[in-house]
């Protein structure tokens, strides 16, 4: 199994807007499209002096269904939405 962990910063205090909440429901919504997805979970940071707005953590049974879950068209459109106003990301994959 891998797991993939993804934060997100975002610009101009994009953590206090309701398109925060958006981009945390596109992404929730994944799941419903992508079968390779096997879990997600999608949290907005609460505490103010953390510099990530949001985490994400979903997992896979091999990292051939990650790649394929990185060039499937729904997450496409999500990262989108994302880079629009993304300021910094950070990553880590492992196995588990």
């Avoid at 205090?13 to 981009?23: A, R």
């Avoid at 429901?25 to 997600?40: G, M, Q, R």
Wanted: with cysteine; net charge negative; proline share 3%.
């Amino acid at each position: 199994m891998i797991k993939h962990i993804v934060l997100f910063q975002f610009k101009n205090g994009k953590k206090n807007s309701t398109d925060l909440e958006l981009i945390k429901k596109s992404l929730e919504d994944l799941v419903n499209f992508i079968p390779e997805l096997k879990s997600i979970e999608v949290g907005i940071n609460s505490n103010p002096k953390e510099m990530f707005d949001l985490a994400l953590t979903t997992e896979f049974e091999s990292w051939e269904d990650l790649n394929s879950y990185v060039v499937h068209p729904e997450h496409q459109k999500v990262s989108t939405l994302i880079r629009a106003t993304l300021d910094q990301r950070a990553c880590v994959d492992y196995e588990f």
